[in-house]
């Protein structure tokens, strides 16, 4: 039985349980996840805005893509690891995209790769899953294309809007990707989508119709800044957590109760008290090669 999660696997969960799905961008944060039970990490490139404190996803390249994924994969999880592709790297042509989405898999130990755009992308993931690379779309409020969009907004709330969407769906479910990320659409369509599609969907802010969810890692834990998305449910204030423990340590560094008997190391006795005696007839230690040489000599007898 295989140990790790893949794509078929993940296909094959359509309609079934549902799939739990969470972003990771280094190795604790991979660990934390897969302990937890994820059947999916997704390095995102949203780890420009809540890891490396940029503005929008755009400045994200293949290689910090790769070099995140790798951190990630690293770890060996049971989670099917999928590396997101990056604004620009599957935009220019189909070889550019399979060349790109190779380096996430080779270089990044990726086990799939997710790109962001409708039936337009159709050639570039036809030409990565001939590449033997499984990929998962992503609909709706698509982070990289913010300045077309006009901003971060709901998508497909309008009639024809929402058409449109299920159109590219349909797209992309041909082209054979194994799943679609559903984000920032309104619930009936990403209800009609995922009742219209033979691949499962995944939710991000897409109601509860989906067949499984996905949120980032830093804003289910609380470790995030500024005010969360509608659609976020925080599950726990870690960075409060991280304050209280850092103001207590730094309290026992002031107070001098850190660090303690049982964080400290010690010599051998002898040692010491070849120092001691150094210090107590010189009145202070001699400088480097002033030494009297019995004295060391002493230490050199007891080894
Ligand atoms: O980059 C990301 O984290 C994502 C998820 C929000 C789906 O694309």
Redesign the pocket.
Known sequence: MSTTMTAPEILARKGGAKIRMI?AYDAPTARIADRAGADVI?V????ANVVLGRGD?LAMTIDEMVYHTRAVAGTAPHALVVG?MPWLSYHTSAEDTVLNAGRLVREGGAEAV?LEGGRKRVPMIEAVRDAEIPVMG?LGLT?QSVHAMGGYRVQGRKAADAYELVSDARGLADAGVFAI?L?GVPDLLAEMITAEVAVPTIG?GAGAACDGQ?L?FHDVLGLGEGRLPKFVRQYADLSAVAVAALERFFEDVQSGAFPGEDETYHMPEESAAILRELRESAGTLPGAGLVADDLLADEAMER
């Open positions: 972003t997704l995102g490139d949203s780890v996803t997101d997710k992503h982070p990320v984000e991000i996905v980032v």
